[in-house]
């Protein structure tokens, strides 16, 4: 039996006993393993934006508190099966140029780590469904900009931000490799690039990682 596991960026060193159930015809399977974490020091950015994207005015607050409502409201329902019946895609063709877990300093003030990875691709360029699922964003957010959400089932979402497009709408039924919009410079950015942040139960995990363990063997 396999199982994915989501290990959080800012899980804490040590050992974890995992239980898995499995609920097969002849009644439930219980595997339990031990999970070590290790420490990992993450390198560190450092970005110019906009200065109402780093301390937002507040003519911004409710909009930023309601973005966030939606957001936990999205997360926290996800159907208990797998939506997706293929092999993970990558979203755009151009590599990744910022890595997963550094540490960001826009304007000189520390914030949050990168949760997720940047794609280094022009303007305009088609962005793919990683896999298959449902769309349960397609919004412009006040951080991210123009944002797609899928679920993928069993607690597990893509966020694809920045989009100068949006070509779906929630409530649609997407597949792997399904164009959902365009690159764009939408948000908090310096310029024009893909930013896809993967999350498993709640956990951030690396989405380059991710596609290297259910994408398609080279």
Do not use: C
Not at 130 to 136: F, Y
């Amino acid at each position: 039996m396999n199982a994915l596991v989501g290990i959080d960026l800012d899980q804490k060193p040590a050992s974890y006993v995992a239980t898995i159930e499995a609920r097969l015809p002849s009644g439930t399977l219980r595997v339990t393993r031990t999970i070590v974490v290790k420490p990992k020091i993450f390198p560190t950015r450092t970005l110019t934006v906009s200065p109402d994207f780093v301390n937002p005015p507040e003519s911004e607050r409710l909009r930023i508190e309601r973005d966030s409502a939606f957001l936990r409201g999205i997360f926290a329902a996800s159907p208990p099966r797998r939506l997706w019946t293929r092999a993970f895609v990558p979203p755009v063709p151009d590599p990744a140029n910022s890595r997963f877990g550094t540490r960001s300093i826009f304007n000189g003030e520390r914030r949050n780590p990168h949760g997720g990875a940047d794609f280094a691709s022009p303007l305009g360029r088609p962005v793919k469904a990683p896999a298959g699922g449902r769309i349960v964003g397609a919004r412009e957010l006040f951080f991210t900009g123009n944002v797609v959400i899928i679920d993928h089932g069993l607690g597990m979402f893509s966020l694809l931000a920045h989009l100068s497009r949006i070509d779906v709408k929630e409530g649609d039924e997407v597949q792997g490799g399904e164009v959902v919009g365009l690159v764009g410079a939408t948000g908090r950015v310096t310029g024009a690039h893909l930013h896809w942040a993967l999350t498993i139960s709640g956990a951030r995990i690396d989405p380059v990682s991710a596609l290297a363990l259910l994408g398609k063997p080279d």
